[in-house]
């Protein structure tokens, strides 16, 4: 079976499921994976992992909160000694002399990258051993990283120039690669996925009380959640047995957090808005069999950030869940307008509030648009299908 090396950045408190999922579901090519991050989450200890620099590989603390402090400190102590660089060189020296030893041990045919930082760092492995390099870009690697860091940028068009493919999760994010200098016949448009066996469809409820909207996303600009709280607002107004629960609100306050606490005061939504810490992975079906309407009302940030197609939009689809999200990046690829859901313009408040009262006062409109979104979440986002494709793409490569 064909080895292809996954190379990512690991940590020991997160990880990414949309790229879990890609790791953990070949079918005829046997995954590995490279990784520069510091740490190694514990889901990917089923595979072999070589990750040089991981310090949770030598006995430091391993838990969320210790390991970032520990590892926040040591920056912090080489900085203060004038030796950051210095130490950055070495564990880069050290990565680079260990995958490359890993790479003939595992004997790598492929090479696949996921975002963008991930592909600069792995490009020089990859044109020492000559190996083929496909690069699976997500969202902020594609618009506000170029914009802030031109170094980035500059490494970018190397990395576009050599990769044989170029994977984007939409057909707004083809266009920016191409944008940045990605030839388009090098450009595959390649979906997140959702493995649906994990997100069972739920019976719609007919007449709940309270409709609860759900939300799941984190604390970020992006993300839209001023615009959904004012939205709830105008909603309680015609429909007031209704309830918000936003899930995803960090331990630490930032902009966002204290904006939404405001909004919630100043317009008296205490005992409409529920905010729930993170939760894990495996309990997010549950989440979604406790709700009636899921909405995620994306925005471009000021920095220019911009989401790829979040993955929770087809998680909830594949639950037979309606949505309102916005016309924003790559979302029109993953809802159907007026048919699995409703997308409205980016902050435009009262939009997002009617077409919220809309799905609230009718259930068959609820009933049909989420049977609507898990068939399409089953034909376009399954991922037995992605997965089918994506090793399709390999092939096209070693037969080059």
């Not at 496909?134 to 170029?146: C, E, M, N, Q, R």
Request: glycine fraction near 6%; hydrophobic fraction near 40%.
């Amino acid at each position: 079976m064909p080895v292809v090396a996954h190379g990512i950045y690991t940590y020991a408190d997160r990880f990414s499921p949309f790229v879990y999922d890609v790791i953990a579901n070949h079918q005829r090519y046997h995954p590995i994976i490279f990784s520069c991050g510091v740490g190694v989450h514990t889901v990917y200890r089923q595979f072999s992992v070589y990750a040089p620099n991981a310090l949770d590989n030598r006995g430091l603390p391993t838990d969320p909160k210790g390991f970032r402090r520990i590892t926040r400190q040591i920056g912090k102590l080489f900085s203060a000694l004038g030796i950051r660089q210095w130490v950055l060189r070495q564990l880069r020296r050290r990565g680079e002399n260990s995958f490359t030893e890993a790479a003939h041990k595992e004997q790598v045919q492929l090479f696949h990258a996921h975002f963008g930082p991930s592909a600069v760092t792995f490009l020089p492995l990859c044109r020492q051993l000559n190996l083929p390099l496909i690069v699976a870009f997500y969202g902020y690697d594609v618009t506000s990283l170029p914009l802030q860091d031109a170094d980035y940028r500059k490494n970018l068009q190397d990395v576009l120039a050599y990769t044989s493919f170029s994977l984007a999760m939409s057909h707004d994010m083809r266009e920016r690669l191409i944008e940045l200098g990605c030839p388009e016949h090098k450009v595959v448009i390649h979906h997140t996925s959702v493995d649906v066996n994990k997100f069972a469809y739920r019976v719609v409820r007919e007449n709940p009380e309270p409709v609860r909207i759900l939300t799941i996303c984190n604390y970020v600009e992006k993300k839209g959640l001023p615009y959904l709280i004012q939205a709830l607002a105008l909603v309680k107004k015609h429909s007031p047995r209704v309830e918000l629960r936003i899930v995803g609100r960090p331990h630490e306050e930032n902009n966002i957090v204290r904006e939404v606490d405001r909004l919630i005061r100043d317009l008296s939504l205490d005992d409409t808005v529920v905010q729930a810490g993170y939760v894990p992975f495996e309990t997010l079906p549950d989440e979604f069999a406790n709700a009636d309407i899921f909405a995620l009302p994306s925005v471009t940030a000021a920095d220019g950030d911009q989401e790829g197609i979040p993955t929770v939009l087809l998680e909830a689809q594949a639950c037979g869940l309606p949505v309102v999200s916005t016309w924003h990046a790559g979302i029109p690829d993953a809802v159907l307008d007026n048919e699995t859901g409703f997308l409205v313009p980016e902050r435009d408040v009262t939009q997002l509030a009617d077409r919220l009262l809309q799905l609230i006062k009718d259930s068959r409109l609820r009933e049909r648009m989420g049977r609507c979104g898990r068939n399409y979440v089953e034909q376009e986002f399954n991922i037995v299908r992605q997965i089918e494709r994506l090793e399709n793409i390999y092939d096209s490569i070693s037969r080059v």
